[in-house]
């Protein structure tokens, strides 16, 4: 069961990933998480570094849809000026969320990777719709509100059977 838990791709941060690589292979469209994923939970816009990556994903011809399960004020303020489209509400892990997203996309889900910070929701998600999936380290977890530290107490427990499996890398300090 814990097996569906497991990312494509572990990285500490979104910077970290190879974009490339992921053009490479055939990635077209970044099906990505906002809080804690993007930016900190608490923070209301981009940072200059976050903007200068996106501008970097679209210049790759990246296609990107922001899914959040936070309402749509704290979303569309983040979205709206970095004319990216979102979902809010999504209610991840659950697949409309996800499906919707690949229609805002235009893209099949062998085109497309999902980048959160989230296995159970983010992970769980993307793999149950056959996404690639790519977890980050968490930017800010004591801004988190109570559903998400629920949510990483089950990590912890699956992250622990996970590696007693040998699924999980032992240096990863998620």
């Not at 190879?18 to 998480?33: F, P, Q, S, V």
């Not at 893209?107 to 980050?136: K, N, P, W, Y």
Request: proline share 5%; aromatic share 6%.
């Amino acid at each position: 069961m814990f097996t569906r838990l497991l990312p494509n791709t572990i990285v500490k941060t979104i910077y970290d990933i190879d974009l490339h690589k992921l053009k490479e292979e055939g990635i077209r469209g970044i099906i990505t998480d906002l809080d804690n994923t993007l930016v900190g939970a608490r923070d209301p816009i981009a940072t200059p570094e976050l903007v200068a990556w996106l501008d970097v994903v679209r210049d790759l011809g990246f296609r990107v849809v922001i899914v959040s399960n936070n309402n749509r004020t704290r979303v569309s303020k983040f979205c709206d000026p970095l004319q990216i489209p979102f979902i809010h509400a999504a209610r991840k892990p659950a697949n409309r969320s996800f499906r919707r997203a690949l229609g805002v996309l235009e893209l099949e889900a062998a085109s497309t990777v999902v980048i959160g910070d989230q296995m159970l929701t983010d992970v769980l998600g993307g793999r149950r719709m056959g996404l690639h999936t790519i977890l980050v380290t968490p930017i800010a977890p004591s801004d988190e509100g109570w559903t998400t530290r629920i949510n990483r107490t089950i990590e912890r427990i699956a992250l622990a059977r996970l590696r007693k499996k040998g699924l999980w890398p032992k240096e990863d300090k998620k």
